[in-house]
């Protein structure tokens, strides 16, 4: 019975933790100037899951403040009819 228990607690933990505040950071490719900063902060501003972009530079690094953890297919949806790709999540 306790071992049932924990691994409940684990799984409402991990559950937790997936929904809390958090910064994700994603490594997004084509990023060039301005222009690319404010069209990937506006696509990833209208997820859902995110609560604001943090800060996009042209090396390619974008620190996003999610309510929820987002996967990689989470970002590149986002980014649908651009020609940005995510490479990966950090």
Avoid at 54 to 67: E, F, I, K, M
Wanted: glycine share 6%.
């Amino acid at each position: 019975m306790k071992a049932g228990r924990a691994e409940a607690e684990g799984a409402d933990a991990e559950a937790n933790s997936m929904s809390e505040p958090h910064i994700q950071t994603v490594r997004i490719s084509g990023i060039t100037c301005g222009a690319c900063v404010r069209l990937i902060t506006r696509k990833l501003s209208q997820m859902e899951e995110v609560d604001a972009v943090v800060s996009v530079d042209l090396n390619g690094l974008v620190h996003v403040a999610v309510n929820k953890t987002c996967t990689e297919e989470d970002f590149e949806q986002a980014l649908t009819g651009t020609l940005y790709t995510v490479e990966s999540i950090q």
